[in-house]
């Protein structure tokens, strides 16, 4: 498991081809059996949200979440103190939610909100704080009472956790920023997308670059 932890981390130097190669690594060891099935399951869980965000193709970005979920299920069962397998559901299932449309989302409202608090618990500062923000983005965008957890304080203190945790990462600024300007927050915004611009580019994952950009750009038009 190794080698496919490698051709994820190395996901964008040769894409897809690196992800397709730790699925069809993943998928085999999962079906062998054996003392690799749970890694190979969350790891399987991760790649397919990777294959998801990557794509372009809406068919495919659901077909790859849709998946993703149904491995995720089994991660979780295998792994339940696994901050991988529940990050990777949760952010899954908020991705395919996306996809399928509001229905889809109300019925994932619980499942994402049980598994993400319980990766937050385990590790926060996982993945860039990858936890937090996934719960920040959740807290902001769900239903307030009586339909949902919506909850724009939980949000914020996701968000903020994450900047203190994580400031290199610019995902976190642009969340944050994104919740400021929905409450008319415009400088505390302006500041943190500024702060975001000035982060030197990750090396070898230029579209991450870009999509970080992309929402900086998409932020800055708003202000």
Known sequence: ??????????????????????REICEKAVEAGGDQVNTATVLLTEILFWLGDYT???????KFFSAGVEYGKKAVELEPESVAANL???????????????MSALFYLGPIEKHGKKAMELEEGFFHAAPLRLMGRFYQQAPGWPVGPGDGKKALQCLERAM????DFGFN????ADLHL??????????LLEEAEALPPRPNFQRLNEKIQGEIDALKAKL
């Open 1 to 22: 498991m190794e080698e496919v932890k490698q051709l994820i981390e190395e996901r964008e130097i040769q894409y897809p081809e690196n992800l397709l190669k730790a």
């Open 56 to 62: 372009a193709d809406k068919a495919e970005k659901e």
């Open 88 to 102: 990777w559901f949760a952010s899954n299932m908020g991705n395919h939610a996306v996809e399928r449309g509001i």
């Open 164 to 167: 203190e945790l994580s400031p």
């Open 173 to 176: 600024h642009t969340y944050l």
């Open 182 to 191: 929905s409450n008319g927050k415009k400088d505390e915004a302006r500041k």
